[in-house]
């Protein structure tokens, strides 16, 4: 994993994740695997008071498909491109 935090401007900060994982059995005789991959996430937020925060998170943002977990005859795959909008309110 490599993470990359940025403080943009006072209030504004960035981030970057890059996840990698690689190829990995799946049974116990290690006859089948599921291939490796790699994930980029990246995020942005704002802190607009000391108590009220607004996160922007775009997961896997190059879109890529990836298993996660499966077997010989079925594979779990991974999120898909997905963009999230969170606010964070401390009192």
Do not use: C, I
């Amino acid at each position: 994993n490599l993470l990359m935090f940025w403080d943009v401007a006072p209030r504004w900060k960035a981030h970057g994740a890059l996840r990698h994982v690689g190829e990995r059995f799946t049974n116990n005789t290690n006859t089948a695997s599921l291939p490796a991959y790699s994930v980029l996430n990246l995020g942005l937020s704002w802190a607009a008071t000391p108590q009220f925060k607004m996160d922007l998170q775009l997961e896997n943002a190059l879109d890529k498909v990836y298993a996660t977990q499966g077997s010989t005859t079925q594979w779990m795959l991974g999120r898909p491109r997905t963009l999230w909008v969170a606010g964070t309110y401390a009192f």
